[in-house]
Nanobody, 127 residues
Framework: QVRLVESGGGLVQPGGSLRLSCAAS????????IGWFRQAPGKEEREGVA?????????YYGDSVKGRFSISRDNAKNTFDLRMNSLEPDDTAVYYC???????????????????WGQGTQVTISS
């Protein structure tokens, strides 16, 4: 059974930084594309934030987070992170870590619906 568990959410002031982590069990992330989605309050759709393929490690970032967020993975620990800098109130959302067995999930054009989701962690940017 595949399980993804996020950690690291919380309340941060605008301009601050935060690191989210995702720990996987039941699957070896060596062979999975990984990524992060978020769902802002009052919005129905989830936005693809960042992802990384399993093959060549290529990445995708949503336009709203480019230059501020960075995704990384540690296959030895079966974990991956999302480092978030220069946080803005519009970054407030529930953040979900995701994984998919197909690298087509993560392309230069965006992110597809993944196979697996974490339960989500709340990130609030407020002064």
């Amino acid at each position: 059974q595949v399980r993804l568990v996020e950690s690291g959410g919380g309340l941060v002031q605008p301009g601050g930084s935060l690191r989210l982590s995702c720990a996987a069990s039941g699957v070896s992330l060596d062979y999975y594309a990984i990524g992060w989605f978020r769902q802002a309050p009052g919005k129905e759709e989830r936005e693809g934030v960042a992802c990384m393929s399993s093959g060549d490690g290529s990445t995708y970032y949503g336009d709203s987070v480019k230059g501020r967020f960075s995704i990384s993975r540690d296959n030895a620990k079966n974990t991956f992170d999302l480092r978030m800098n220069s946080l803005e109130p519009d970054d407030t959302a529930v953040y979900y870590c995701t994984a998919d067995s197909m690298d087509s999930y993560c392309s230069k054009d965006g992110m597809a619906e993944p196979d697996y989701w974490g339960q989500g962690t709340q990130v609030t940017i407020s002064s």
